[in-house]
Structure formats: C-alpha cells, structure tokens
C-alpha cells in the first residue's frame, strides 16, 4: 500500500489526507498543534465559486479573468483554469459533508461581494466560514481514522526531509516526548505548513505558522517562488496579542472606509475610485490607509443590528471582545497587517516541487495566485490543491528501492543532541523577535532599495552568529532548532524584493513606482551553501 505523509492539519493538509485514504492510500498526518488548522479558520469572510446558481452575467471565464487579473498576471492560466472550474465540485463537496452555507431568502446560497472581482460569488457560512470547513473536514478525516486510513501523529514536528538524488523518501521528525529525531519513510512527502506568519511577528495568523519548514526545504535544494509578494490586508483591529481580522465581508456588506478632516469623515476610497472603491484589491486599499497619514475607520453602523446579527456575528462578537465596540454604533478603527502570503515553495500543475514526490498545497505552495491574492479564493485554492496533489500521488508509480539514510540520521542527531546539551549568551527567542522587527520594518507595505539591503545586512549578520546560538532552555527545542532556516527564509524573501525592481500587485517599491513589462514573471529563488540565486521564469513552468 503507498504511505503518503503530510505535514500539517489545516484544510489543505486535510483534503489532500481525505483524498488519499479515498485513493486506498495509507496516510500519516503530522499534526503538531493549532498552528495551520488555526490560520485555516482565519479565513472567515467566504470562498469563490461560479456555480449554477451565479448572478446573472458572472461565469467561469470571468472568475479566471477576475483571478489572473488580481495576481498581475503572475499565475500560470493553466493553474488558474483549473482552480476556478474545480470551484463548483469542491462546494457540492463540502456541502455533502456538512458545511452550512448561508442561504437568501429563496434558500438559494447567498452570495456576497469580495475585493478584486467583477461579481458577487463568494459563497459564506455568516463570517466564520474556514472555521464551517475545518469543522466538517475534521469529521471527515476521523472518519478515516476510525478505518485506519489516517492515522494522527501528535507532538511531532517536521525537521527535514529524507532526500538523496533529487527524490524524497520522507522525512525527520522531532519526537517532543522522547526528544528524538525519527524517520518516517514514505511514498510521497506533503506540506501543507501554512504561511509565514512569524517572520514578521504579530500578523492576522498563527505565530505558529513560522516559515520553518519551507526554509529548511529550500536550504535542501527545493526551489521558492514569489516570495516578495505578501498581502497586507486592510483591515485589522489591534490588540495586546495580536492583529484581529475584520473580515473583507463587512466591507463586502457595504462597510465604508473614512478618516476624519476638518471634523467631517472623508470616505477616501469612495472619492478616488468610484462606488466600489471600498472593494478594491487589498494591495491597493491597504496602500491608501498608509498614505492618508490619518487613523482610519471602517462603518457599518448604517446596516440595522438584526442585519449585522445575521451576516456578520462574529465580526461583531471580535469587536465587542477586543475592542470594546458595539459596531451597529460605532466605526471600528482599522489599519493594516500582514495576512497572507503569495509565495512559497514552486510546485508544478500536479503540486509536485523541483525534487521529485515532494509536494506543498496550500498557503507554502505559490501557484494560484500571483502578485496578489483575491479574497474567497484562499479556502478555494486549499481545498482544490489538496485534491490535485492527492490525485498527482495515486497516479504515480512507487519507486521500488530506497537508498539509506542511516549516516544522514546520525549525524542529525548527534547534531541535535549537542544543541540539547548546550548553553548561549543568546537566546533564541530574542533573535527571533529581531528577526521579526527587521521583517516589519523593511518589508513593509512601501519598500525601496535602501531598506531592503539594511534588511539583508542584518539578515545576514544573525546568520553568521546562528551556528553560535546554542540551546536555549528558555524555549522549546523546536524554537532552537528552527532558527537558522528561518532566517535563511527571511534573506530570501529580502532578496527577491530587491531583485524585483519595480512595483507589481503586492509588492510596492517607492523607487520603481510603476510596473515594467521586462519583470512580467514569476521570481524564482534557489540556495546552494549559503549563496541565493534569483532568476525570473517567463513561461510560468511552475504552474503549467
């Protein structure tokens, strides 16, 4: 029987363990915490769908268009043809198993507006529709379980992969109860890791969501992609811990963005752009927040209290909890924070990376969505991803030997067991918190070539004092061990920013303000002992 083993347990990892166990595979899902599962439910405000039910006029063709017209062309049509036919089957699905839909009063689903695109189709469970999903996929995947299909495995962390001659046959995992590092051998490697959320600290994401396994992968030869584009989105509520969301639904309900002048609001985004100008793309509208220089506020006050009940009750709840707002009164002061990520590692069409039967779905897979990802097409790409990988892995013919991995074992274990063993002047977690502030500061929503090379030379320096960073017994193992490849992701998202000289969907450079045609392609970035190379892929070979 072909083992499959996939590292992480939000949708996309969930879907892709729900398909293979369909597929008659065996699966092994590392589920170490929240962490994906948590950046899943995130994804509150809906997921796009053309289905037979769409407004008069909208269609799939139309879909694409919206879709490779967000991402300024930076997405492979052939990906993107494929996610937005996928759209229909996929809620036919979810709805099979569970997921509850909001319907209008005719009790055809409801359909709400998101940024970026020409009709409303996004499909919406309220304003919690990730945590509707992972709900019913949750059920799916113990259902698998209960078959012996799936099997969980709790307090493992992903550590490296098992890779010789560009194939991979599985993985190291960090044991936390018996603190070894232990293979796991399989037909095929799958992350499903979410995004990057730690590199820039307090995001709309989960912290746990760090980077780690993407920057180990690409320091083992797996090719990255499109890593300067990072969305901000718009519109979060500050809080002690951490960036709230308020989803794009409120503004998809009609919620209205003004800063006030003269003591009179100035709904900015009305002004400049038309009537749908609080539904721009969120590269724009979070540029604009920054540029007013103002505190800036999103309304839905107008919208009766039944209304906000019924539509957006967990916007209210969040506001009410964290804020201290009673919204069917009050405008929510918003500003903007990191919230998701366009790139990572570079997969094919099927999802496979550059080393054969290594696969990313999800938010660590960049394919779908360019320069700029629209709203409702996060959950929608997850969930489709995790298919197509899972098909890609069925069809595949299992490789009939597997060389030995004892001396690679070995020597990362020996190497682990000094860094247990071993005392630092510097804590780790204060790196990562300069890390974080390094992030913040130079891959901000506006760059340019003088912040982004301070981001590097710092960047740099934590590398050349990383291998002198020992254990810190403050944190976890795992905190200590993922240092190094997350700094290397953080100097590789820093270089592909500087490579890029000119402004494209979510990354903005104050100096090449404007876009150029000779940068229409996707960046491609690669690591060979400690040296990055960056080139640019014209014919989109990763997606097609």
């Keep these: 029987m072909k083992r499959v083993l996939i590292i992480g347990n939000g949708i996309s990892g969930m879907m892709c363990a729900i398909r293979c166990a369909e597929y008659g595979m065996e699966v092994s899902l590392v589920a170490p915490g929240p962490s994906e599962q948590s950046q899943s439910v995130m994804a509150a405000g809906g997921i796009n769908g053309v289905t037979s039910y769409h407004v008069e006029g909208d269609s799939v063709d139309s879909h694409i268009r919206d879709t490779l017209k967000g991402g300024a062309f930076l997405a492979g049509k052939n990906a993107v043809e494929g996610l937005c036919h996928g759209a229909e089957d996929i809620l036919k699905y979810l709805e099979r198993i569970g997921t509850v839909f909001s319907v209008d009063s005719n009790y055809r689903p409801a359909l709400r507006a998101f940024g970026g695109q020409s009709y409303n189709r996004t499909h919406y469970c309220g304003s919690s529709t990730g945590k509707q999903i992972v709900s019913a996929l949750t059920m799916e995947v113990r259902k698998y379980e209960g078959c012996g299909l799936i099997k969980r495995r709790l307090r493992a962390h ?56 993407v920057g180990r992968l690409f320091m083992q030869g797996a090719i990255l992609k499109n890593l300067e584009f990072i969305q901000y989105h718009p519109t979060t509520l500050e809080t ?71 539509k957006i009750p967990e916007v209210r709840d969040l506001c009410a909890k964290y804020g201290g ?36 779905v999800g938010e660590c897979a960049s394919i779908y969505h360019g320069a700029n990802r629209l709203g409702g097409n996060s959950l929608l790409a997850a969930m489709y991803s995790g298919n197509v990988a899972a098909k890609s892995i069925s069809e595949k013919s299992e490789i009939s030997s597997r060389p030995n991995f004892d001396s690679y074992i070995n020597e990362r274990q020996d190497i682990f067991k000094k860094l247990l063993e071993s005392e630092s002047p510097f804590a780790a977690m204060h790196i990562r918190d300069m890390l974080s502030a390094t992030m913040r500061e130079n891959m901000s929503i506006v760059r340019n070539r003088d912040l982004l090379t301070k981001g590097m030379d710092d960047i740099s320096f934590y590398l050349s ?51 150029n045609d ?21 014919e989109m070979e990763y997606e097609n």
């Design 325 to 360: 707002l009673d919204i069917s009164k009050e405008p929510i002061p918003v500003s903007p924070c990191v919230h998701f990520f366009m790139g990572g590692l570079a997969v094919h069409n099927n999802h496979e990376t550059n080393i054969s039967n290594l696969y990313a």
């Design 158 to 213: 992903f550590h490296s992969a098992l890779i010789k001659d560009g194939v991979c046959y599985g993985a190291l995992l960090y044991n936390e109860e018996n603190r070894f590092l232990e293979p796991e051998y399989a037909h095929a490697l799958v992350m499903a890791t979410g995004g990057q959320n730690s590199l820039f600290g307090k995001t709309t994401g989960s912290v746990r969501c760090d980077g780690y396994a």
């Design 518 to 538: 000779e940068y229409l392609a996707a960046t491609l970035i690669s690591y060979d002992d400690g040296n990055y190379r960056v080139t640019f892929d014209r």
């Design 240 to 310: 002690p811990q951490k960036r709230m969301l308020i989803s794009e639904a409120v503004r998809g309900e009609g919620g209205r963005l003004f800063y006030i002048e003269n003591d009179k609001p100035v709904y900015f985004m009305e002004e400049k752009y038309g009537p749908m100008g609080n539904l721009m793309t969120r590269d724009l509208v979070s540029r604009e927040i920054v540029s007013s220089g103002k505190e800036v506020f999103l309304d839905i006050s107008f919208m009766d209290k039944e209304e906000i009940k019924r």
């Design 465 to 515: 004092i990383v291998d002198r960073i020992h254990y810190d017994p403050s944190a976890s193992a795992y905190t200590n061990y993922s240092l190094k490849a997350m700094l290397s992701l953080a100097l590789a998202v820093l270089t592909c920013a500087e490579a890029r000289k000119e402004s494209r969907g979510a990354h903005y450079r104050s100096d090449y303000p404007g876009a």
